[in-house]
């Protein structure tokens, strides 16, 4: 279904917002045509796992390196920005041919080319922080300063809420797939942290402390992104292997229709109540009682044909 005019925010943007660059970084990173979350407890799992790998990334810069170097954390945010932005369409389309069999990729092509252009457009926002940043560190003019240090103040605030909206929902690729975004934190976490254990860099601390910093996002980003995945696969039918055109959609929330007592819902075939009636296995030697059960002859003397 193609994006209509206004379906990015849902409308949530006026003037006023722009005061206000949570508001904005909300309605921009975490667009409108992103689904509504089908449980609470995902949702908290999702939550975890974008607090687990923030605490493991700014532990590394406040702890390890012996204090907070603004510059050098955006360099590096820079770095993954562009590693993303060859990691994501390249896992993604590892999915894609998992998921050939399923379906087309032209059915998915609305929710993809609209989960690039979010990327695109989170990379955008911190190679220009970056660039305000620069600016206001080479410039000795005051009013330069003052100016670019406001604008770079409030794309600071911009980014950072908009990464932790990138981070719980991966670029909006849950509009695809409900399991894209807890795989791709899992192949995220490790990439990142894959130079570190080829190179053996612990960064000055001992063996078990350096395996604690360098192991301990991946690991914990893992683990929670499975719990994610397992709970969606039990209690909705999704799995990861599953083309989303095979999906059955998740039931959306609304009113009831009224049906006349003892009707099957309109528009679905009726069902029988399935599994055993009594709740427990039939005792041995009792009749299933769904089964034909054998008739006496019929004996017009007996007041019920007994």
Known sequence: MARTRGSWTGGALTVRSVLKPQDVARAVFHPAWIPQPLDPSVERLKKFRVIAGAVASLGVYTFIEGGFDFTELLENAMTASVVL??????????????????????????????????????????????????????????????????????????????????????????????????????????????????TGDLHGLSLTLGIVFILGAPVTVTAIALLEMGRLKRRYGIRLKAHPATLAPAPAPGPVPPMSPGMPPAGSPY???????????????????????????????????G
């Not at 009594?278 to 019920?304: E, I, K, L, M, V």
């Open 271 to 305: 069902l029988p109540p399935q599994g055993n009636p009594y709740g427990r296995p039939y005792a041995a030697g009792a009749q299933h009682p769904y089964a034909p059960h054998s008739q006496p002859p019929y004996n017009p003397q007996h007041p019920y044909g």
């Open 85 to 198: 932005l060859f990691l994501t369409p390249l896992t993604v389309g590892a999915m894609l041919w998992v998921w050939r069999r399923g379906g087309t990729v032209r059915q998915l092509r609305v929710p993809l080319l609209n989960s690039l252009l979010l990327l695109l457009l989170f990379v955008g926002c911190v190679a220009a922080l970056l660039g305000l940043v620069q600016t206001v560190n080479g410039s000795a003019n005051a009013a330069v300063i003052i100016g670019v240090g406001l604008t770079m103040m409030w794309m600071l605030i911009f980014t950072a809420y908009g990464a932790v909206r990138v981070s719980g929902n991966f670029f909006g690729t849950a509009a695809t797939h409900r399991c894209l975004p807890p795989l791709l934190a899992m192949v995220t976490s490790w990439l990142v942290a894959l130079p570190d254990l080829v």
